[in-house]
């Protein structure tokens, strides 16, 4: 069974653009991470923030995180068409050292 | 430095016939998982080493799939007989296993079509 849902399931924008993903998880972290897949590839991690942090950046990516709301969000600014790949939340649950992966949401970045 | 190395990249058999991938992690990485993507989906894990030892296959369906990982290296992961079913990305990842900073590196996945 997958631990989070993102949303939107897909999403297209334009080369420049701001591109916002969100995932909502079930129970309580030890962390939460990023992972982004191209087509036909493994997943390759872009971020993790922990449960008593907020918000995290890493170069054109941010990330927030609500564990009131069991909630968190991607934003990848001034988006390129190289970033067109399906991205993945993942959550490290307390006391499992597995990740639980959500269904991913599909970004599209038009040229 | 090798990242995550699977073979095969792609296996095509007729159902009821057998197939098994091999896993290679990164030297060092203690912790080894197997994951199942189905299209359109997020991998869901089969199973996860530490070590030699599976601590967790809950979700491994065991009257066909198997896994092994002699020497606490290198893994393989059998089904035996496939069905139509299995069709999917079979993912191999591996991490250092740190609590709370557990990160995984992926390998590119063997894709399985049963026909």
């Known amino acids: 069974s997958q631990q989070g849902e993102e949303d939107p399931q897909a999403l297209s924008i334009q080369e420049g653009e701001n591109a916002t993903m969100n995932c909502s998880y079930k129970?309580?972290?030890?962390?939460l991470q990023w992972y982004r897949q191209n087509s036909g590839r493994g997943l390759v991690h872009l971020i993790l923030?922990?449960?008593?942090?907020r918000e995290k950046h890493s170069g054109r990516l941010r990330v927030t995180l609500d564990t009131s709301k069991k909630s968190s969000s991607l934003l990848i600014t001034a988006s390129r068409a190289a970033d067109t790949a399906s991205y993945f939340c993942?959550?490290?649950?307390?006391?499992?050292?597995?990740?639980?992966f959500g269904t991913g949401t599909r970004l599209t970045v038009i040229p | 430095e090798a990242g995550v190395v699977q073979s095969p990249r792609y296996k095509i058999i007729e159902k009821k016939q057998p197939v098994a991938f091999w896993c290679n992690p990164i030297?060092?990485?203690?912790?080894l998982y197997w994951y199942l993507q189905n299209l359109g989906q997020g991998p869901e894990l089969l199973i996860r080493?530490?070590?030699?030892?599976?601590?967790?296959d809950s979700q491994l369906p065991k009257d066909r799939f198997s896994a092994e990982r002699l020497k606490g290296v290198d893994s393989t992961l059998k089904i035996q007989p496939a069905e139509l079913g299995d069709s999917a990305v079979y993912l191999c990842?591996?991490?250092?296993?740190?609590?709370?900073?557990?990160?995984?590196?992926f390998g590119a996945g063997s894709r399985l079509t049963v026909l």
């Open positions: 080493y530490e070590n030699e030892e599976a601590v967790d």
């Open positions: 030297s060092g990485h203690n912790t």
């Open positions: 990842a591996s991490s250092t296993g740190v609590a709370g900073a557990n990160v995984l590196t």
């Open positions: 923030i922990r449960s008593n942090e």
């Open positions: 993942a959550t490290d649950l307390y006391g499992a050292n597995n990740l639980f």
């Open positions: 129970t309580s972290i030890n962390n």
